[in-house]
């Protein structure tokens, strides 16, 4: 009990301090001169004006489609210099650029071109928005067509040390697992966006770390549950709550891989109890720290808005409905072979490496790892359900990738499910 405590008060204090140093940073990018950056919207014309609000990529595939709607609310906090107040004011409150009649993305871009005329703003202060400080710096030196090459190149840098990775660590046998649930969320469209990006990123580093530096912080009291509260921390500061909890899934179930999925149980509710703790409070420093210091209630704005996404954007969809919504984006010909194809590579790939030295790994607990990837299964569910149908069902374009990390449990059973299948009934295969 004692060691609970101790490593959450660490915790606590950790999220506390890390939030804010991200506040700090986020003040500090509203005092950068917004010239370059409102220029560089401006000779991005072509592309904002071609892509519109909701643009898809590959007619007909929801996980291809961009949220333009939110990215250029963003935009318009970054290069707006008219709004009232101090930096710290201008933090807290994120006016954007509104013009009645037009789009986000058409009010940014007429903001950008034609500053001499009046443009309406609103505030949007109820997330952190943390987005914001790398949309700044990168607006600073680039247009839009630049930050979406660049954002791509490194983010499949990532993604490709994920991989390497896992290959010096001897976890080859989850890679197709692994790889084939990261298409579910469609990498491509995470890194053509700041704002899923801002969601992408935490995940891999996440990763990173625990493959790259698993052995110290395993030796470390309270080690995993610090890096999840420090995952959640992050996740929660920078991203537009679009598909946050891919951050905890994924790394999650590489944790389980690491420990030789052992405790799979304990892990997935430890680590998912310090990541959504992390996620709260930092939210919720948010709303403390906007009402305290600004004149805007926004803990009470925050309530009225539970209600609103609750019951008046309900458009009165059950929760059967909801899950639906978010189910149904997968229901297409290129996701339903990618499946298929995954596990019959699962399966072959298990089937050739079978290996009588690993029988052990039959007797391990099985009612402890199928729990534990059930409780995985069941995240991206959890998350659809108890957030409301403002979030999960009106929003469903982009809170259908969670349901990746359910792909992604249901293929560690086929694959562990397989791998016990043909060591105990096939025996070990000569090479």
């Not at 959640?232 to 598909?243: A, R």
Request: hydrophobic share 50%.
């Amino acid at each position: 009990m004692n060691k609970i405590l101790n490593t959450t008060i660490k915790a606590l204090g950790i999220v506390v301090i890390l939030t804010l140093v991200n506040c700090g940073l986020l003040v500090m990018s509203f005092c950068i001169p917004t010239s370059r950056m409102r220029k560089h919207i401006a000779d991005s014309y072509p592309i904002i004006q071609a892509e519109g609000s909701y643009w898809q990529w590959d007619q007909g595939y929801t996980s291809s489609m961009l949220d333009g709607w939110s990215e250029y609310t963003l935009y318009g906090t970054a290069i707006n210099e008219d709004a009232e107040g101090n930096a710290f004011e201008k933090a807290m409150l994120m006016w954007f650029i509104d013009t009645e009649g037009l789009g986000r993305d058409e009010s940014v871009l007429r903001y950008a071109k034609y500053p001499e005329e009046h443009f309406e703003q609103n505030a949007y202060p109820r997330y952190w928005n943390g987005a914001v400080i790398f949309m700044k710096v990168l607006l600073h030196f680039f247009i839009i067509p630049d930050i979406r090459m660049l954002n791509m190149f490194v983010g499949f840098a990532l993604l490709s040390a994920v991989i390497i990775m896992m290959v010096k660590k001897k976890m080859d046998k989850y890679i197709i697992p692994f790889m084939a649930a990261v298409l579910f969320i469609n990498p491509v469209t995470m890194l053509m966006s700041v704002i899923f990006s801002a969601e992408y990123y935490p995940m891999l580093l996440c990763i990173l770390v625990i493959l790259i530096w698993g052995d110290k912080i395993e030796k470390k009291e309270g080690g995993w549950e610090l890096l999840f509260a420090v995952t959640g921390t992050i996740t929660s500061f920078y991203s537009f709550l679009s598909s946050p909890f891919i951050a905890l899934g994924f790394p999650l179930v590489v944790l389980i891989w690491y420990k030789g999925e052992k405790s799979v149980t304990k892990t997935v509710v430890t680590d998912s109890c310090y990541f959504v703790g992390a996620y709260i409070v930092t939210w919720m420093m948010k709303w403390i720290i906007c009402t305290m210091f600004t004149s805007y209630d926004l803990i009470g704005d925050a309530v009225d808005r539970m209600g609103y996404y609750e019951k008046t954007q309900a458009v009165n969809a059950t929760v059967f409905e909801r899950v639906k919504q978010n189910v149904w984006p997968y229901k297409t010909t290129a996701f339903l072979v990618l499946l298929c194809i995954a596990v019959i590579m699962i399966i072959v790939y298990q089937c050739h490496h079978r290996n009588l030295a690993n029988k052990s790994m039959v007797n391990n607990s099985l009612l402890d790892l199928f729990v534990g990837y059930f409780l995985v299964f069941c995240i991206p569910f959890a998350v659809i359900i108890g957030l409301g149908n403002g979030y999960a069902y009106v929003h469903a374009f982009m809170a259908h990738r969670q349901l990746s990390v359910a792909t992604l449990a249901l293929l560690c059973i086929v694959r562990y499910t397989s791998e016990c299948f043909f060591t105990r009934f096939l025996g070990r295969k000569d090479n």
